[in-house]
């Protein structure tokens, strides 16, 4: 029976991002979620041009680019100041949910959100430390090594250990250096190259197992857990084209119930007292039947709107109604949906019909019947249209050499939005 979500429009909603990344799908999926249930939404951003701050339900942009932890504090300090009552945070970026974890004591005067250990968004995000942490409490996870220099690369030496996958330890370390996300790497001399360029420019790097296409399936989790790490959204589903392809971001999935990943999932977040919105990836192992967590986000993930249950809870409108105190009885069953981001999976599906794991006409069939598509909405047309403004603008500048340009504001500026009159009203 589908139940009837009562949210308090009392409390607003910030979401809250660090650094640099104007199109970025997850936020307008937030955005887009609490507008339709009536929570009126504020965001940070790095322009009143980027394409979330042209949502018709965002009430106010606040315009700003930092990752300074100083500056951060005095610039949300300012912010929960000027929204004049608590407004609940919702992290988009590791970086971000890092810095709400370790500043509560000061933030949680002006701001709700969920309040786990300080130390586990960090240990977590940190994919040195959330590998032994998988090590300690037995739970799979592909194996990795940490080289600091030619010397530690010795077992590299034999080509049976090709593929491997290359990332950085941390997301918010310098973009300097050739790993600039996650890379797969085939030989021994592109890998030398690769570590060579990151050590030099000073970035940690892991060196991970890779466990080959023929014989896995790429899985992931999504949930909310309240303060005693119960899950009260818990979804499973996946991942089934991703670009850059095989080791890049989910450009097509499907919400698929899979009961052992739920509870394995669930168990890790429950040995870790983990409170808050978080996105997993794991890898089915198909030689061993392990299901193998190779990242772990504790923040939104950006298809997070594959998911959602009978009753039209995704894990931020979750989050929500647990922080306002309005969370009635238990998750509905989770629908089964799929999830597409238009351009990105134009250019994936191109890579999948080469190697031969797609038809056009397959392909065509999918993205016609997507449930949720990542940009398009019909009653909200204006971000996805700026989106693609922004993405050809970016391949340009690259082309003819032209630096991104960025806000330098030293604190956030306010500029009212679209929803601003229906608020206000």
């Known amino acids: 029976m589908t139940r009837c979500l009562r949210f308090d429009a009392n409390v607003p909603v910030l979401i809250f991002k660090t650094g640099y990344y104007p199109v970025h799908h997850g936020s307008i999926g937030a955005v887009r979620s609490l507008g339709r249930a009536g929570i009126p939404t504020y965001a940070v951003c790095e322009s009143r041009w980027a394409p979330v701050a042209l949502s018709k339900y965002i009430v106010g942009r606040f315009i700003w680019v930092e990752d300074a932890t100083q500056a951060l504090l005095n610039g949300m300090l300012a912010v929960g100041k000027s929204l004049k009552r608590k407004a609940m945070v919702l992290p988009t970026d590791d970086y971000a949910a890092v810095f709400l974890a370790e500043n509560a004591g000061v933030l949680n005067e002006g701001f709700i ?17 959330l590998y032994f942490l998988c090590r300690k409490l037995c739970h799979p996870t592909p194996n990795a090594t940490f080289p600091k220099s030619r010397e530690d690369l010795c077992y590299y030496e034999d080509p049976k250990v090709y593929p491997v996958v290359v990332k950085r330890v941390h997301q918010w370390s310098s973009l300097n250096g050739s790993v600039k996300g996650t890379t797969l790497v085939r030989t021994r001399e592109q890998l030398e190259q690769l570590l060579s360029a990151s050590w030099s420019a000073n970035v940690d790097v892991l060196v991970q197992e890779y466990i080959p296409e023929c014989c896995s399936e790429d899985w992931f989790f999504h949930g909310y857990c309240n303060a005693k790490s119960e899950c009260l959204a818990s979804f499973t589903g996946r991942k089934l084209r991703s670009y850059p392809p095989r080791a890049g971001v989910t450009t097509f999935a499907r919400s ?61 409108r979750a989050q929500h109604l647990d922080l306002t105190g309005r ?55 204006l971000p996805s249209a700026m989106a693609l403004v922004w993405l050809f603008g970016s391949l340009a500048g690259r082309a003819f050499g032209i630096e991104r340009w960025q806000c330098s504001f030293d604190a956030p500026v306010y500029i009212p939005g679209r929803a601003a009159r229906v608020v206000h009203s």
């Open 256 to 316: 698929v119930r899979n009961s052992r990943l739920q509870e394995q999932a669930e168990k890790l977040l429950q040995d870790l007292s983990y409170w808050g919105i978080v996105d997993l990836d794991y890898r089915l192992d198909l030689r061993d039947g392990l299901f193998k967590l190779v990242d772990f986000n504790p923040r939104l993930g950006a298809q997070f709107r594959l998911f959602q249950d009978e009753d039209g809870r995704d894990v931020v």
């Open 327 to 381: 969370w009635e009885g238990i998750q509905g069953e989770m629908v089964e949906r799929s999830f597409a981001v238009e351009l990105h999976d134009t250019l994936a599906a191109v890579s999948y019909i080469r190697s031969g794991d797609l038809t056009f006409n397959q392909w065509l069939r999918e993205i016609r019947h997507v449930d949720e598509y990542a940009w398009i909405a019909r009653e909200d047309p």
């Open 113 to 129: 959100f969920p309040q786990p250990p300080p130390e586990i968004p960090r240990a977590v995000a940190d994919k040195k430390k």
